[in-house]
């Protein structure tokens, strides 16, 4: 039996990245060779016979790790459309091996509300991110990935949300990734199936593999907004070293409910250094350091910027944070 990637002639080999799942051992179809020498005595000759080549090929393990990416649950609005959910696909494997994914939505328990899946897409252009007209659109069967030994791609699976949400509900959607040679209790072989014709056996993760993402409903909207202004030695707007650059950090919140405890972050960037005593919220000044006031510049976190807001809601007028950097 030829595995079934090399009879879909659609499939495709997607970009591999290092996982962090290692792969099992010696490469499936590697062969380990191994001759017995006997040296013994003829009259006053000593001489040696080898034995045959015994000669042993590297079955393919099938495992699997599927693992979601995003750091933490994904901040939604009722009534949202296509919003992704972002997974890896590692083969944990010893051989090259092609996979059938599935996303599941519905009825899956733990959680508040169904989402309400679309479609899968390959990342295409690894940003973990859906763009449309750029990522790949999943189709079983057809686009099938094929995944090297150690390798991985990324998945995003988007669903819409729901209307009639509240604050705090969590929506969970399950991708599964499962091994087109084989998949069942481990140690099962499928004989032939594996690379180069050898056996494959079923490993540790039985060839499949499914995880959890998670939404979070949030009926407040945070919008966030970064500018800067230069103004170089020469009284211009050139980035030239010395220029002195400010930037302007503007958060707005729209809709119902609270953002709390609201904390902005922000790193002085490489190249810059920041030009002590310029802190200011909403025109007042801030200190520096580790303080009453609402923020410091590398006291919490060094060489980064933090500002407590608190709890913010629609009523709550603009925030404004500035700092200055000089380019060096």
Known sequence: ???SRILIAAAIILAVFA??????GTPAGTPINNVATATFEVGTQTVSQNSNVSTIIVAEILNVTVTWQDAANVVVQPGDANKALYFTVTNTGNGSDSYTLAGLSAGIGGDNF????LDLYFDTNGNGAYNAGVDTQYIPGVN??????????RILVLNNIPLGLAD?????????AASKTGTGAPGTVVAGAGEGGTDAVVGSTGGDDAKLGTYVVSNVVVTITKTSSILDPFSGNQPVPGAVV???????VAGSGTAANMKITDSIPAGTSYNAGTL????????????ADAGDVGATTPGVVTVELGN????????????KVTLQ
């Open 246 to 252: 400010t930037y302007t950090i503007s958060v707005v």
């Open 114 to 117: 169904d989402p309400s899946l």
């Open 1 to 3: 039996m030829q595995k």
């Open 19 to 24: 996982g962090q799942a290692m792969a099992i």
């Open 144 to 153: 099938d990935p094929v995944i090297a030994a150690n390798g991985s791609i």
């Open 280 to 291: 200011t919220l909403n025109v007042n000044p801030l200190t520096d350091g580790n303080d």
């Open 168 to 176: 705090g509900n969590l929506g969970n959607t399950r991708l599964t």
């Open 312 to 323: 913010l809601t629609s009523a709550s007028p603009q925030q404004n944070i500035t700092f």
